[in-house]
Every structure is written in C-alpha cells, then in structure tokens.
C-alpha cells in the first residue's frame, strides 16, 4: 500500500467516528493545522535557502494568480 492508500484509510477511520458536529469541526481544525504547519515550514525552507526573501513577497503580493475561468 502507498502512503497515500494509508492516509486515506486512516481519514476513513477517522471520518466512521464522527458523531457530532463539535467532532466534525475538530477534525477539520486538526486538518487545517496540519496542513498550516506543513506550510509554514517549507517557506521557512525556502526562506533559509534563499529563495523566498522580502523582495520576492513584494512582487507576489501584486500578482493575480488565479485561474481565468472561460465562458462557454
């Protein structure tokens, strides 16, 4: 199995013990905290390498990143 099957099966896991809606908000907090440090590491990383620094944020800050929808 990957660790991605593991994961799932894990959430799954997780996801068959939710009774409630503080559970289910608990989970996603849990999640979402996960995800944040995961995050905010690698731009620490990437901070300390050299890559990320104030100048490099500035001009990210100006920039429209999302993807342009097309009309059909």
Known sequence: MSYSEIAQLELMNAAANISSQDDLDALRLTLSLFFAERA????DKMW?????????????????????????
């Open 40 to 43: 905010q590491k690698a731009i």
């Open 48 to 72: 300390d390498e050299g890559k990320l620094d104030q100048r490099k944020l500035d001009e990210l800050r100006g920039q429209h990143l999302r993807t342009p929808y097309k009309s059909l």
